[in-house]
């Protein structure tokens, strides 16, 4: 990817997984700050149900989810799901940086193969049921970029429809920038810009 990577103290494979998902969040902040409240609560789609604000919440309180439970026990159904992160961008801006701070802090020099248990409900013929996977440290850092790459792509069209370029890079996952950058006849889409 195109960027230092930050958490040099703690283990190497877990610092460079929190690096990459703070780029991603550092990425995010940098189009929220372009946004004013209205553009950023703003909502679209045939239900009108879809806003960047919404998108913004959603992978912020996923990162909280797993700084919740990053020692033990993660659910990431489980969220407040709080309504003031989707429409005010300054909150959303303040909450950007202190989870950044926290990935940084509390995660970096935890050993990839810390042990955890996520929550994940089932729907079974008596009904839901809830029952818990085993999965490491390594594992949901992996997760939470994808998560967060997923909502980014789908805020970028948002975006776009919005007037802003977020930028090439932005939303796209770093498979397929590998990919841009090993295929020198391989055009970045427009529509990637």
């Not at 997984?17 to 045939?46: I, K, M, T």
Request: glycine residues 8%; hydrophobic residues 40%; negative net charge.
């Amino acid at each position: 990817m195109g960027y230092q990577h930050e958490c040099m103290n703690g283990h190497p494979v877990t610092a460079s997984l929190v690096d990459d998902n703070r780029h991603f969040l550092r990425q995010l902040a940098g189009l929220v700050g372009e946004l004013d409240a209205e553009r950023f609560r703003a909502c679209s789609g045939p239900y009108g149900g879809n806003g960047i604000g919404r998108q913004v919440r959603h992978i912020l309180e996923h990162v909280q989810s797993l700084l919740a439970g990053a020692r033990g026990e993660l659910d990431y159904d489980d969220r407040d799901r709080d309504p003031v992160l989707e429409r005010d961008p300054d909150r959303a801006l303040e909450t950007l940086a202190r989870l950044d701070d926290r990935l940084g802090q509390e995660l970096a020099a935890l050993a990839p193969d810390t042990p955890l248990r996520v929550a994940c409900v089932c729907n079974t013929a008596s009904g839901p049921h809830r029952t818990w996977t085993p999965s490491s440290l390594q594992r949901e850092l992996m997760f939470l970029i994808s998560h967060t790459v997923h909502h980014m792509a789908l805020i970028a069209m948002l975006a776009e429809e919005a007037g802003l370029r977020p930028g090439e890079e932005f939303g796209v996952a770093p498979s397929t920038l590998r990919h841009w950058r090993a295929k020198p006849s391989f055009a970045v889409p427009a529509s990637a810009g």
